[in-house]
DNA sequence: CTTCTATAATGAGGATTTTCATACCTGTAA
DNA sequence: TTACAGGTATGAAAATCCTCATTATAGAAG
């Protein structure tokens, strides 16, 4: 994955830039908006990392340009004075995520896993991974070419868990998405169990790796 | 039901001043941000209509004051620009919903309901209608005090239907809400008549009038 | 008023979802 | 290591939901 950090404070740069290698990011640089727009101009990033106040000019003009040119690229505004101004005027003219300084790197991380998650749902209607493909127009899912009959919450199970891939999901996270119901205090969230079950066992059965893992104590992970 | 008109233009006011006198609404006025705000502080209005250009002032000004009084009333932003920034703004500081000029009268009486009931539904967990009780905390319908037992399907329907009391819901609107999924145009709505039906006969059989009437080629509707 | 067509109601059967009881597993602490 | 407690998996039964074929009804047209 692709990352373009655009900020003009080295210090905040470099911490940001150290935690995505961690995370195996390749990552891109720009300390004014100049260079950030032509870096822009010539590649494609899965994220940009976009902060407001740069020498040369507010960095609303990057986003302009990068909706301008009609790019596809995710961005997250990160701004020091979390002014909600600047947040709605982001978040209008196309910003995909808004985080206030300071951030945790973590919680920016996960921002960034869910930025690039929903731009890829946006865009296809097909995915793939390995031997198991989701059709998200036609709500079928095939392993090795071959379908596999998935019931409604079964499907909608699977597409929750893959929308946050590599991230845990919790067990009452998918209670509340599969029942559709508010955050009420759920009194029986055995079905969740169940479904996962199911589901787990159509996959294996089709000859599907088991990508769905359950983590002890909090929920379940789609993870190829 | 009690309105606050905030508009200065004239023409409009009166047109709507009409319509509303038609729908049995209780209506004052107040053509500049200073008379607006003087008769929030001293009355609870059900709803009220703000326009945003007024000689005076910003009619945002009006939305930050009633939200700093703690005050429960809705807000319907009138604009006549449309600026979509106008729009995130106001429902950001706490408007119910934004209307761009111009509008049909119809459409804005449809959102006045649609907020007032918005936010009736927030305050109360206690609904009655004569004979027919519905408690919305712990998801129980009782019908001169005995309770009915109601599937989740059943339940759903009917709170979606008493939600927009008075005003006929599509059956594709219902086919959506109950079956969570997106705007997909659905194959088979056949189970919004099947719930349509049980629900029904569960609540005359335990004696409840026919509060849910049928509109023929549209949808269902709730009325006292 | 009668007929016609589209829409809605109905009942039954099959599919799905949820619940429940029980067995199993994981991590923790003695 | 072992026992323990809390968390998870499982199968089967119960409840609910959806589909389909059929019948009834509303509104339109003649």
Redesign the interface.
């Known amino acids: 994955m692709k990352i373009l950090i655009i900020e003009d404070e080295e210090e905040i740069r470099e911490s940001i830039a150290s935690y995505m290698q961690t995370e195996k990011y390749v990552c891109e640089f720009a300390d004014t908006l100049n260079i950030a727009i032509d870096k822009i101009v010539t590649h494609d990033y899965d994220c940009i990392l976009l902060d407001l106040m740069l020498p040369d000019g507010n960095g609303l003009k990057v986003l302009e340009k990068i909706r301008a040119l009609n790019k596809q690229d995710g961005v997250i505004i990160i701004s020091a004075n979390g002014s909600?101004?600047d947040k709605?005027?982001g978040?209008?003219i196309g910003a995909d995520d808004y985080l206030a300084k300071p951030f945790h790197l973590s919680e920016l991380n996960a921002r960034i896993y869910s930025v690039v998650r929903r731009k890829k749902f946006d865009s296809k209607n097909l995915m793939y991974y390995n031997e198991l493909e989701i059709n998200l127009q036609f709500k079928v899912v095939k392993v090795k070419g071959k379908e596999v009959l998935l019931t409604r919450k079964e499907f909608d199970l699977l597409l929750f868990l893959v929308g946050s891939k590599d991230m845990v999901v919790s067990k009452n996270a998918i209670a509340e998405h599969l029942s559709?119901d508010m955050a009420d205090m759920m009194d029986n969230i055995d079905f969740v169990y169940a479904h996962a079950k199911n589901l787990k066992k159509k996959l294996t059965e089709a000859g599907c790796n088991n990508y769905i893992k359950t983590v002890y104590g909090v929920g379940y992970k789609f993870q190829v």
């Open positions: 909600l101004e709605i005027k978040l209008n559709g």
